[in-house]
């Protein structure tokens, strides 16, 4: 209320009172607007100059009023040439991120506002972002708005409840490419007499939210123009590279929207739809409505792909595909709600090419790649609820995170299991055809799964959506006489703050020489006899989540754990197989399995493993286990074993897949001079993994390794692929390895660069950081941590999304010491720091508790 108070005072009180105007946008002015604006529509005009600093604008915003009120128009981060109200020139009154429209000036009806303006565009930090392609000398200017962006700028009602329709025009050089939301109109602009700009206008869009709405322009090329496809285009400098790559890309994106128009019954909304690649984006991707962005290294393959990674770009593909109607069409209310959106787009991309390409056994992929980022932030005290309660879009990038990409996706799984495949489809129907090309509420969801399905959601969703956090679910059992005589679920909140989470689940229970039983149990206590297991046959091992439906810390008893260790190559079902080797990785992280013997079972069963996505997995952990929970005189003893088996792998697999993940796993855990020696060979020619062809990235990568590692011939290798590498990429690629040096000077020049040089581009900061805080050099990186702690509302202030946990992920993530754990804690307890802030501290941290508890424990 107080809040609502500030922003009623700035209408009311004279202009002395501008310090009254709100910062951001709080949720009572958003609400306050929405109930007096309809009819929103936006006219603009952009003139991109090459080199420019600033893009000068024009814009024409019309709308209806329910009755004459002051109102604000939200614009930062530029200036204000000209503003005209119903015609009339009025007053700028531009404070703290919004301009003033005086009740007097405006009229119940009608009104329409004309406004110049001036907005920056720079390398990193605004909302038109400059790429300069160091290939070819090009300049390429795209937009990126999410979550309230958009009023950097151009002025506009930047709330995702306000949708408008926007028309654009844009200026650019002749040669340059524009792909906005729309087609281009027909009929194209003529140039103005005497101006080197080339004028381009778009159709009107369907009413969108101001952070779907979005441009790219420069000398872009269209690849692989085919009808009934996507448009896909590229910066020209890529064109040869993107030939190979995108028509596969094409036909994903156009079997996938056939089957969502199938699936939600509610054909493609947009009337068009383009893939632009961006290179150095901030995300995978974003779906703007008719016109997605892509990562330009997600498509483009930086590195030699395995299966697995083409695998993972059809899913990127299809997430920001999905958003076209969940988020797009229908859009949530208010940034809270964010699960709307992203949660099903991730759920959906999985259930499309499961459907797509039903021999990838999408769900076990989705087991390994969506579920443990979920349940390693819901083990953690900087967990929160999927609805978060957002005061103020300023705030939004709060909700941005493993909870609202990984556990809703995972819930969504669950309540299509609890509710049935067909009655979830049908609720999703009836969700979309009510709020088509309009906004909704998570409540909304719930009660067109309640109508689809004839069943009460209400306790699922109080439990699931507002509470945080996780049950751990634990299981005992007994024989007697070859029967189960005794079998029992129980569930315990792991974060002990208390509460029992209902739940749905199916249970197996696994046989030598018999097939599985799969019991289906709806789980709603603290305590649960399964009374349908009793009198079976006593199984060799048993597994509560059998095919992942329910969402939780599920452990092997001991006696499947024994069998799990004993004899985990005998699990044919790769499903299994897979679960069983994540509940032995959460036994590692909760300190009840030693990670020697992880690593001791890995050495032994990897060899024989022969999927390539449970394989680097398993890799994966072992590398993460060598690097951070044993001793650095177990690790003298295991690497060579290690460094042995993948060297023999990358090598002597049976298909190239799996030995460029044999291939990625020597080079991150390469560690003795023979490793490191193998790594030089592997540059110079001189040895190579058959099949696999080198790209830049897989080469400097080693090149990172070799200069983290002190290796004695690191600089001459980093020159000479400096020489060999003279692309803008390299040019990055160099700035990266360099660090990783273990030097405390070449450390300082590049931590302040991270926080005072505005120009450098955000990815390649980002990309450095983990080299920076290579593994190894925990003691020389360890006085940047209060810094980098200190640096904390400043890099979220400055930097997009998912950057502040990148940069709290390499900071704490690169320390292993009780002291630099004890060194985060002190600090939190005096910093003054915004909630936010704060939670994704306490997430990041709990990692580097638990290597502390591990090594405690197991010295």
């Known amino acids: 209320m107080r809040q609502l108070l500030s922003v009623l005072l700035f209408f009311i009180l004279p202009c002395a009172c501008f310090a009254a105007a709100p910062s951001g946008i709080p949720r009572e002015l958003a609400r306050e ?88 565009v720079a390398a990193a930090g605004k909302a038109i972002t400059r790429y300069e392609d160091r290939d070819d000398g090009s300049e390429y200017i795209y937009t990126l708005f999410v979550p309230m962006d958009a009023s950097m700028a151009f002025p506009c009602f930047d ?105 939600f019954a509610q054909p493609f909304p947009f009337p068009k739809y383009d893939l632009v690649l961006i290179p150095g984006f901030a995300y995978g991707g ?93 083990s953690t005290l900087g967990t929160t609820p999927i609805y978060q309660n957002i005061d103020n879009l300023e ?13 809703a996706p995972g819930l969504l799984r669950q309540l299509a299991f609890i509710v049935g495949d067909q009655h979830f489809r049908d609720g999703l129907r009836i969700y979309l055809k009510e709020h088509q090309y309009g906004n909704a509420e998570w409540s909304d969801l719930v009660k067109s799964l309640e109508r689809a399905s004839g069943r009460s959601l209400t306790a699922w969703a109080d439990a699931w959506i507002h509470r945080r956090g996780m049950p751990q679910v634990d299981v005992s059992w007994s024989c007697d006489d070859e029967k189960l005589a005794k079998f029992t679920l129980s569930q315990h909140d792991v974060l002990k703050e208390g509460g029992i989470w209902p739940m749905s689940l199916q249970i197996l229970l696994s046989y030598n020489r018999a097939p599985p039983a799969r ?41 499947s754990q024994k069998f799990a260790v004993r004899d985990m190559d005998t699990v044919k079902d790769l499903f299994t197989r897979t679960l069983l080797w994540g509940s032995l990785w959460d036994a590692v992280r909760e300190a009840k399995m ?8 890995a050495q032994d069963m990897l060899e024989d493993e022969k999927e390539e996505n449970l394989a680097q997995s398993i890799t994966g952990h072992s590398v993460t286990a060598l690097h ?26 049976d298909d190239l897949g799996m030995r460029i993940v044999w291939f990625r796993t020597f080079r991150a855990l390469a560690g003795t001079a023979e490793g490191r020696d193998v790594l030089k060979q592997l540059l110079q020619g001189t040895v190579s993994v058959p099949g696999l062809q080198l790209r830049p990235l897989d080469r400097w990568n080693m090149v990172d390794a070799l200069i983290a590692l002190s290796d004695p011939d690191a600089d001459k290798v980093l020159a000479a692929e400096r020489e060999r590498d003279h692309t803008g990429d390299g040019l990055k690629y160099a700035y990266v390895a360099e660090a990783a040096r273990p030097d405390a000077a070449a450390k300082q020049k590049y931590f302040d660069d991270y926080l005072h040089n505005a120009a450098r581009p955000e990815d390649w900061v980002e990309q450095s950081l983990p080299a920076f805080n290579y593994w190894n050099q925990s003691e020389l990186t360890a006085p940047y941590l209060r810094p980098a702690l200190e640096a904390l509302p400043q890099v979220k202030r400055e930097r997009k999304i998912f950057f502040v946990l990148a940069w709290l992920g390499a900071f704490i993530g690169g320390q292993q010491s009780a002291a630099s754990n004890a060194e985060v804690h002190g600090w939190l307890k005096t910093a003054s720091l915004d909630p936010d802030l704060r939670l994704k501290v306490l997430e990041v941290v709990d990692e580097l508790e638990r290597t502390v508890k591990i090594r405690q424990r197991y010295p």
């Open 33 to 120: 607007r929405a109930r007096l604006i309809s009819d929103l529509h936006y006219s603009l005009s952009f003139e991109l100059k090459p080199q420019a600093l600033t893009v000068p604008g024009n814009e024409q915003i019309r709308f209806r009023l329910k009755s004459a009120q002051p109102l604000l128009l939200d614009y930062r981060d530029g200036t204000v040439r000209d503003l005209r109200i119903n015609k009339k020139p009025v007053g700028i009154v531009h404070e703290n991120g919004h301009l003033l429209l005086r009740k007097e000036d405006l009229m119940e009806g009608e009104n329409t506002i004309d406004v110049a303006f001036t907005s920056s």
């Open 159 to 263: 709330q995702p409840d306000l949708k408008g329709r926007f028309r654009l025009f844009v200026g650019t050089p002749e040669d340059w490419t524009v792909v906005s939301n729309t087609p281009i109109e027909r009929n194209p602009l003529a140039a103005t007499p005497g101006s080197p700009l080339h004028f381009v206008g778009f159709q009107e869009t369907e009413p969108i939210s101001t952070y779907l709405f979005a441009f790219a322009a420069g000398p872009f090329r269209k690849v692989h123009e085919t009808p009934a496809l996507p448009g896909v285009y590229v910066r020209k400098s890529q064109y040869d590279k993107a030939v190979p790559e995108v028509p596969e890309l094409q036909q994903v994106t156009a079997d996938g929207m056939k089957f969502l128009a199938d699936y």
């Open 286 to 378: 974003m779906e703007h409505s008719g016109a997605t962005f892509l990562r330009e290294e997600s498509v483009l393959f930086r590195t030699a792909p395995t299966h697995s990674d083409r695998i993972g770009r059809d899913l990127l593909t299809l997430h920001e595909l999905t958003h076209q109607w969940f988020g797009d069409f229908t859009t949530m209310r208010w940034f809270d709600d964010l699960w709307l959106k992203e949660g099903f787009a991730q759920y959906m991309a999985y259930r499309a090419l499961s459907q797509l390409k039903p021999d990838e056994h999408m769900w076990q992929r989705f087991s390994l790649s969506i579920k443990p980022a979920a349940y390693a932030i819901d």
């Open 395 to 407: 705030n939004a990038k709060s909700a941005y995170g493993a909870i609202v990409y990984s556990k």
């Open 519 to 559: 019991l289906r149990f709806d789980f709603k206590g603290a305590m649960s006899e399964v009374r349908a297991a009793k009198g079976k046959p006593c199984p060799q091992f048993v597994f509560a989540n059998d095919q992942d439906y329910a969402y939780g810390r599920f452990l092997l008893d001991e006696e």
């Open 594 to 601: 030693p990670p020697r013997d992880y690593l001791e079972v």
């Open 628 to 653: 951070r929970y044993i001793s650095d005189q177990a690790r003298e003893k295991l690497v060579p074993r290690f460094e042995k088996l993948a060297t023999d792998r990358m090598n002597h697999a």
